[in-house]
């Protein structure tokens, strides 16, 4: 094989015709003073950002000159969403087994009071599930949270 | 350069041997140049741009076959060029590096525009009409001698457009604007063997679409 051979000697002079084309008249004198103005312009509008975190600049300058880079970039970034996804979901599975197991463990004591609540509303609701006929027992459960209840009337205008 | 039948501005082609001669100018001044850039000196980078537009112009031009779409990303190239040139170590000359930034931008825009090709050429100089090759090609030797200049210029932009991103690049850099082998390589960050088989392969899918021009 050999690419230089003479049987693409016309396609070459054929392709010679590609040179020839050439941009409107004057375009390469505007050329460098339109590349100096956008930069001018782009340093005015992103100046803080890239003095702020210069390191975010030599970062994405890699990424221009190195795709590969870019593409390693991505996929740490896929691997470390996709990590934390399955371990958030093992966390939401055992704090929904046993909340309150789960925040006396963390000992925040914030979490820690919010889990004696919510033990309280689990004993409440079984209380009231198997007592439910007894209204003293359900009076019971409301002075525990010490809430007013008052019996409800409704009356109607029209007599209905 | 101006024409003296027409008075028209002209643009000198150099032949295919001279063209393959092109290379980048003195390390050392252009490294001053790059070292002035880095440091704010805008004067210097234009300079810089000034030097190496046309080359990364037409290299995109080529590729896309649009003018907008080659200014744009020529400009954006040199732009981003500027931006990164404290990350340029100086491993390869400045010119290598800003070809590798505009053809990977070039790439990357190909493939998004993949659906609407829409081809939008620069007139051909005066002197494509005077190039003994190319008069050779629409006349005798040409089976289709209605063929006139813009519509060859059409079609062997259409053939250059069927072709994959990385075979234009290699036909682009190495047949219409003379680089060589290995510095094809070093741009297309591949060996050198690898832009010689793309080249064959480029060329002989570019015979077989031309083939009416070819005869």
Not at chain 2, 83 to 93: D, R, Y
Not at chain 2, 106 to 111: M, Q, S
Not at chain 2, 176 to 194: F, P, R, Y
Not at chain 2, 204 to 213: F, K, N, P, R, S
Request: aromatic share 8%.
């Amino acid at each position: 094989m050999n690419p230089e051979s003479e049987n693409f000697e016309q396609l070459r002079r054929l392709l010679a015709l590609k040179r020839h084309e050439v941009p409107p008249p004057g375009y390469f004198d505007r050329f460098s003073r339109d590349v100096i103005a956008r930069i001018k312009a782009g340093e005015r509008g992103s100046e803080g950002l890239a003095e702020k975190f210069p390191w975010l600049g030599r970062i994405l300058a890699a990424f221009d000159t190195r795709p590969a880079i870019a593409g390693a970039f991505g996929a740490a970034v896929c691997a470390l969403l996709v990590t934390a996804i399955v371990s958030s979901e093992g966390t939401a599975v055992s704090t929904s087994i046993s909340p309150g197991i789960a925040a006396a463990n963390s000992g925040n004591p914030s979490l820690t009071a919010d889990a004696t609540l919510a033990n309280a509303n689990v004993s409440a609701s079984q209380e009231m599930s198997s007592t439910t006929s007894s209204n003293s027992s359900i009076a019971s459960l409301f002075d525990q949270f010490q809430l007013k209840t008052q019996p409800a009337s409704f009356s109607f205008p029209g007599g209905n | 350069m101006t024409d003296p039948a027409t008075g028209k501005a002209v643009k000198k082609v150099l032949p295919k041997d001279e063209a393959e001669e092109v290379s980048a100018p003195a390390p050392a001044e252009e490294q001053e140049l790059v070292n002035r850039a880095r440091n704010g000196d805008l004067s210097a980078y234009d300079e810089l741009v000034r030097r190496y537009q046309e080359r990364i112009y037409a290299t995109v031009y080529h590729m896309t076959s649009n003018h907008e779409d080659a200014n744009d990303l020529a400009q954006e190239a040199f732009i981003k060029a500027y931006q990164a040139l404290k990350s340029f170590k100086g491993g390869s000359s400045f010119y290598t590096w800003v070809y590798r930034i505009a053809v990977n931008k070039t790439i990357n825009f190909l493939k998004q525009r993949k659906n609407r090709s829409q081809m939008s050429l620069n007139d051909v100089d005066f002197n494509a009409e005077h190039d003994p090759d190319l008069v050779a090609l629409i006349s005798d030797k040409t089976p289709r001698r209605e063929a006139n200049l813009s519509e060859l210029q059409e079609k062997l932009n259409e053939a250059m457009q069927k072709l994959s991103d990385s075979h234009r690049l290699v036909v682009t850099l190495h047949d219409v604007q003379g680089l060589s082998h290995e510095e094809i390589a070093k741009i297309m960050d591949c060996n050198v063997g690898t832009v010689r088989s793309r080249l064959f392969y480029a060329r002989q899918q570019l015979q077989g679409y031309l083939a009416d021009y070819l005869k």
